[in-house]
């Protein structure tokens, strides 16, 4: 059974820093492409990033570039977020899912929740 | 820059057909674009329900259909239950990243 496991969301001051973690199990990890979508509370859905099956490509949404930093450890079968300079629209549940066929995001974990107090 | 477009609420008596759509605010979307579609329900993490336009997720009733409808990536649900009473986001590939649409929050009455 395919399974993601987010943690590492919590309260952080406005200009703090972050990691998030995913951890994946019920598949082969290092075959897959991951992703970070997160979810402001009571908003829509919002992609973040993206990073390939072996770590060597990634990309972000606009609203992120330059702060966010998606990586991941397929020895560990673990994906990453740091986010760096928080602020308060960052607030919001941090969701990690997979792609299988091209641009499908066939499996989410539960989140994790961030909030940014100023 | 594109915004990805969504009925904000639709309502469908049980048992009815409702179709959601999902645009673009400048252009058409094609398959080139990779539609998807995903339902959430409170507190609960986005389920997939459809994906390359119109090929089912595992274990989707075949109540859910996806198509392209004119211009727009379009969700119809045939015999709408109680239980599909959630909010639905679709999504599209735009080669530099992915777009969610803001979402059409479904009301079954």
């Known amino acids: 059974e395919v399974q993601l496991v987010e943690s590492g969301g919590g309260l952080v001051q406005s200009g703090g820093s972050l990691r998030l973690s995913c951890a994946a199990s019920?598949?082969?990890?290092?075959?897959?492409?991951m992703h970070w979508v997160r979810q402001a509370p009571g908003k829509g859905l919002v992609w973040v990033s993206r990073?390939?099956?072996?770590?060597?490509?990634?990309i972000y949404a606009d609203s992120v570039r330059g702060r966010f930093t998606i990586s991941r450890d397929n020895a560990k079968n673990m994906l990453y977020l740091q986010i760096n300079s928080l602020r308060a629209d960052d607030s919001a549940v941090y969701y990690c899912?997979?792609?299988?066929?091209?641009?499908?995001?066939?499996?989410w974990g539960q989140g994790t929740l961030v909030t940014v107090s100023s | 820059q594109t915004v990805v477009t969504q009925e904000p609420s639709f309502s469908v008596s049980p048992g009815g057909t409702v179709t959601l759509t999902c645009g673009l605010t400048?252009?058409?979307?094609?398959?080139?674009?990779?539609p998807s579609w995903y339902q959430q329900t409170p507190g609960q993490a986005p389920r997939t329900l459809m994906y390359n336009t119109n090929t089912r997720s595992s274990g989707v009733p075949d109540r859910f259909s996806g198509s392209i409808l004119g211009n727009k990536a379009a969700l119809t649900v045939t015999g709408a239950q109680a239980d599909d009473e959630s909010d639905y986001y679709c999504a599209l590939y735009m080669g530099s990243g992915w777009v969610f649409g803001g979402g059409t929050k479904l009301t079954v009455l």
């Open positions: 899912a997979r792609t299988s066929t091209p641009a499908v995001f066939d499996y």
């Open positions: 990073i390939n099956s072996d770590g060597s490509s990634t």
């Open positions: 400048s252009g058409s979307v094609s398959t080139s674009y990779y």
């Open positions: 019920g598949f082969t990890f290092g075959s897959y492409w």
